[in-house]
Each structure stands twice: as C-alpha cells, then as structure tokens.
C-alpha cells in the first residue's frame, strides 16, 4: 500500500476512532490507497475538479481524491464517528474538503456546488446505492449537475445497471440508466479489498450523462417499464394491460411486436412505448 500523503495509515486512523464498519449502515470500508486511487482515476483527471463523494467513511477515497489533485471535494457522511477522521484530512487539505454530516437521501448538494458541474465519485453504502442511483438518473432538468458517476456497487447490481436487451439482468434499472447515461463496468475488487470483507465481488460503474437523452416523460417511462418487467415473462399484450389502455393499439404505436417480452425491448423501444402511451392518453 503506497502512500498517498504524509498522513497516518487508515489501519492507524479506524483503531484511533473506533470506527468498526457497521452493517446498520451499509459500512466496508477500503483500506488500499493504491485502489482508492484506482477509483478516483476512474472519474478521469481530477486536477481543479469538484467531487461529491457519498459515505467516506474514515476517508480513504476522500484522500485519493484531493491528493490526485480534485480542486474541492463534498463528502457526506451519516456516520458521526466518521467526522474527526475526516477533520483531521480537512486539516491536512485546507480549504479544499466540505463535510456535511447528514443522509446522502435528504441532502441536496446542488446549492453548494458553484458554477459547473461536479462528478459524483463514491463507494456508495450498498444499503441505499441503488436508490441514491435512481435518485441521480431522476434529476431534472436535465443534463443534470453532474458529468458523471463513478460509485461502486455490488456486481450483481453493477450487473443490472449496464445490462443490454435479451439478458438475465436486463431491467428497469438497465432502462433508466441506459436512457439518460452511457453506463459502463470499469473494473472488479475483490471482497479482500474491504474491512470487513463483504460476501461479494464489488464493481466500480462509470456512468456519463447523455447531453439529449431520447425525449420522452420520466413519470411515463417509470410506469411503463414498470407494468413490462413486473411480469418478464408475459408477453407486452399481456403485461401492458394494467396501464389501463388498450395493449394492443399501444403496441401498434409504438411500433412494438404484441408478441415481445419486456426483456427483448431496447431503450429505444421503452421510450416510444412511453410516447404512444401519453398520446392516447391524450386523445381520450
């Protein structure tokens, strides 16, 4: 493990503030400088850049950042026994570390952000990682305040996140991502890299925002793919029903085959789904 500062090993730090990783709260933390370094160039160069950084623990990723040169970085931390690791890398860092103590669910950061948008680069707590996910894809207006996501999550879930058409893990979180980012799988860590090791392989996902995502109404698309995938292995005629329309002229629409299932329809296909759906809607 390579030093990335002058300041004391986080092995040193977590025994010096009893910061056991607690299940309640998602907590594993990464105690190898040489991949929270890894991590944070995923995001691509760093240097003047402002990093949200969710769930920095006793703040290894939050060193990787600010010494490969992030101009500014934003750590939101519900953990209080994390708050005298983290002000002693402020210390170390003047001026340029901001942590807010508070649920990344109910924190905007928008307001703190300044001009330009920032990168959100996390090793997100895996209990609340797939809604911070959904709540980011969500943003509107959109292009959103940030240029890109680098977090990391469980494969499984990293897995549905990149998924394509005609796969096991291809779903709504697949829809949503693929819709409004180019997502990508960067890398795989081992559970040895984490304290305490987790049962699973872990994967860091690179998502960058799509500057005009295909225009149709996230309320609408939510609902659609919601009605596709709640029964995968129905056929659309079938699936679609509950949307309260006809199925049948929905498809027509949309240019979609009755006969489909919801796991053969590309993003594209969702979208015009989406679109046809609010016209009848509308002409009713």
Request: charged fraction near 20%; include cysteine.
């Given at each position: 493990?390579?030093?990335?500062d002058?300041?004391?090993?986080?092995?040193?730090?977590?025994?010096?503030?009893?910061?056991?990783?607690?299940?309640?709260?998602?907590?594993?933390?990464?105690?190898?400088?040489?991949?929270?370094?890894?991590?944070?160039?995923a995001?691509?160069?760093?240097?003047?850049?402002?990093?949200v950084?969710?769930?920095?623990?006793?703040?290894?990723?939050?060193?990787?950042?600010?010494?490969?040169g992030?101009?500014?970085?934003?750590?939101?931390?519900?953990?209080?026994?994390?708050?005298?690791?983290?002000?002693?890398?402020?210390?170390?860092?003047?001026?340029?570390?901001?942590v807010?103590?508070g649920?990344?669910?109910?924190?905007?950061?928008?307001?703190l952000?300044?001009?330009?948008?920032?990168?959100?680069?996390?090793?997100?707590?895996?209990?609340?990682?797939?809604?911070?996910?959904?709540?980011?894809?969500?943003?509107?207006?959109?292009?959103?305040?940030?240029?890109?996501?680098?977090l990391?999550?469980?494969?499984?879930?990293?897995?549905?996140?990149?998924?394509?058409?005609?796969?096991?893990?291809?779903?709504?979180?697949?829809?949503?991502?693929?819709?409004?980012t180019?997502?990508?799988?960067?890398?795989?860590?081992?559970?040895?890299?984490f304290?305490?090791?987790?049962?699973?392989t872990?994967?860091?996902?690179?998502?960058?925002?799509?500057a005009?995502?295909?225009?149709?109404?996230?309320?609408?698309?939510e609902?659609?793919?919601?009605?596709?995938?709640?029964?995968?292995?129905?056929?659309?005629?079938?699936?679609?029903?509950?949307?309260g329309?006809?199925?049948?002229?929905?498809l027509?629409?949309?240019?979609?085959?009755?006969?489909?299932?919801?796991?053969?329809?590309?993003?594209?296909?969702?979208?015009?789904?989406?679109?046809?759906?609010?016209a009848?809607?509308?002409?009713?």
């Open positions: 493990m390579s030093a990335l002058d300041l004391p090993p986080l092995r040193d730090v977590i025994r010096r503030h009893g910061l056991s990783a607690q299940k309640s709260l998602g907590q594993n933390f990464l105690l190898d400088l040489n991949l929270t370094g890894r991590i944070a160039r995001s691509g160069a760093l240097e003047g850049a402002t990093v950084e969710v769930g920095p623990g006793p703040g290894g990723l939050t060193r990787a950042l600010l010494a490969l992030a101009g500014r970085v934003i750590a939101i931390e519900r953990d209080p026994r994390c708050l005298e690791a983290l002000a002693e890398i402020s210390a170390y860092y003047p001026g340029r570390l901001e807010i103590s649920d990344a669910l109910k924190v905007d950061v928008r307001p952000l300044g001009e330009g948008p920032a990168r959100v680069v996390a090793n997100l707590p895996y209990n609340v990682a797939t809604l911070l996910l959904v709540g980011w894809l969500s943003t509107d207006p959109w292009p959103p305040w940030f240029s890109s996501l680098t990391m999550f469980q494969k499984e879930v990293a897995e549905r996140i990149v998924a394509a058409p005609g796969s096991k893990a291809y779903g709504r979180l697949a829809v949503l991502a693929g819709w409004r180019t997502a990508r799988i960067a890398f795989d860590v081992a559970p040895s890299a304290v305490p090791p987790p049962k699973v872990s994967s860091v996902v690179h998502l960058v925002p799509r005009v995502p295909l225009p149709c109404a996230l309320s609408t698309l609902k659609v793919t919601e009605a596709a995938f709640g029964q995968r292995r129905k056929m659309l005629r079938q699936s679609l029903k509950s949307l329309v006809d199925a049948g002229a929905l027509a629409a949309a240019q979609v085959e009755e006969t489909a299932r919801a796991e053969e329809i590309d993003v594209k296909g969702f979208v015009a789904l989406s679109n046809a759906l609010d009848l809607r509308a002409s009713r």
